[in-house]
């Protein structure tokens, strides 16, 4: 028992560490394996030692150090570093033949000896070159009937994850979307206008991380969306009304890839007739023999094969002289109010002086008659 705490307690003294158990190096570039320990007892001698051991094999010696000097194994001498006291590592340069586990034993000897180790695992990688993306097929497919796969491939990496971006976001298993078992490539099946977009391949391991260029499949769709619209007049639901004399302008359009074609039919006599292909239609409504006019404008995706169309109905009016007729009225409604006004202001002003003026009257006459009485009075005296 006395023995087992001597034992523990001599081990507690010496401290080996290490930043990583894992750490993954650059094929071609140097590797360096840091170690620090530290120990509280007086030593006298002190030992480093560097094994190796790849998988289902026995380690090897690759070098050590007692204090100052420094022993290799002659077969590794020009490949690894050891800088005593100091107990990293440094390996120059590093091959994919390093890979494996690194074992630092350190040995103290004072009163005693006390040892420790450690394991560092080395991932040796080979940085990821750009990617390429090749599409199949090369020349575009038809929403809802044809599929879209997409390789990803790389020249050089090693230990390689692929991730398949579109618009800058990545992707995720979807119905539509099927990823290979390591996700170098994307099968979109079926194809849709929703898959439109920006595609990338971003590959990557511990050491690098590369993107491809970005490649946008054409998908054909369409039409859809369907509508007319006009530069003037009065539109409500499919009618649109416009003056008499006025030249209209209509314009058809749908979200279509390809471009669609268009064309611009008119109903007469029970009849339909193509008048125009085009998405534009001009119509002059001081030619038209009648009042109301049914127009359709179809579109169709030649390569899609297919096809969509719209009604509309042009109500001809006179709302032009109507408006100038009511103009009229209320340019005479306001003339006959305002010379009523006048009528009335100019009356008011008449009966207000005609009122001050009469009282002034009445007094004088008042007064004349009173003298003239007087002066009947004195003569009669």
């Known amino acids: 028992m ?4 001597l034992l523990l307690c001599i081990c507690s003294a010496l401290k080996l560490t290490v930043p990583s158990h894992t750490i993954h190096g650059i094929a071609g570039q140097p590797l360096h394996l840091p170690v620090d320990y530290n120990f509280n007892a007086t030593a006298s001698e002190i030992q480093i030692i560097w094994l190796f051991e790849r998988p289902q094999s026995n380690p090897k010696y690759l070098l050590g150090s007692v204090n100052q000097t420094v022993v290799p194994d002659l077969e590794y001498q020009h490949k690894f570093t050891l800088i005593p006291p100091n107990a990293s590592l440094m390996i120059s340069p590093l091959h994919i033949s390093d890979e494996g586990n690194y074992i630092v034993k350190v040995n103290v000897r004072g009163n005693g000896t006390i040892a420790a180790s450690q394991k560092i695992q080395v991932a040796v990688d080979v940085p990821v070159t750009k990617p390429i993306v090749h599409t199949e097929p ?30 800058g976001k990545p992707l995720h298993d979807s119905p539509n979307y099927t990823f290979s078992s390591n996700n170098a490539t994307l099968l979109i099946v079926p194809v849709a206008k929703e898959d439109i977009g920006n595609y990338s391949c971003l590959v990557s391991n511990p050491v690098s991380a590369m ?3 970005i490649i946008a499949p054409t998908i054909y769709y369409g039409p859809y969306g369907l509508r007319v619209k006009s530069d003037k007049g009065l539109n409500i639901g499919a009618v649109f009304t416009v003056d008499m004399g006025e030249v209209i302008l209509f314009d058809c359009s749908a ?7 268009y064309s611009w039919s008119q109903r007469a006599d029970n009849t339909t007739h193509v008048i125009k292909y085009g998405p534009h239609l001009e119509v002059v409504s001081d030619k038209v023999a009648q009042k109301t006019i049914d127009y359709m404008c179809r579109a169709f995706n030649n390569v899609t094969g297919k096809r969509d169309e719209t009604h509309f109905t042009v109500v001809v009016t006179s709302v032009g002289l109507e408006k100038l007729a009511q103009k009229g009225k209320s340019l005479s409604s306001l ?43 004195m003569k009669e005296t």
């Not at 879209?148 to 230990?159: D, E, S």
């Not at 009335?344 to 005609?354: D, K, Q, R």
Request: charged fraction near 20%; glycine fraction near 8%; hydrophobic fraction near 40%.
């Open 138 to 167: 090369s020349s575009g497919v038809v929403e809802y009937v044809g599929n879209i796969t997409l390789k990803c491939t790389v020249g050089k990496g090693t230990r390689v994850v692929y991730q398949w971006m579109k618009n």
């Open 335 to 377: 003339a006959v109010i305002t010379g009523i006004s006048l009528f009335l202001i100019l009356a008011m002003a008449f009966l207000f002086i005609w009122k001050r003026y009469q009282p002034h009257k009445d007094q004088g006459l008042i007064t004349g008659r009173h003298r003239h009485f007087q002066v009947m009075l």
């Open 255 to 261: 979200d279509s890839n390809p471009p669609n074609t």
């Open 211 to 213: 993107e491809s260029e």
């Open 2 to 5: 006395w023995l087992k705490r």
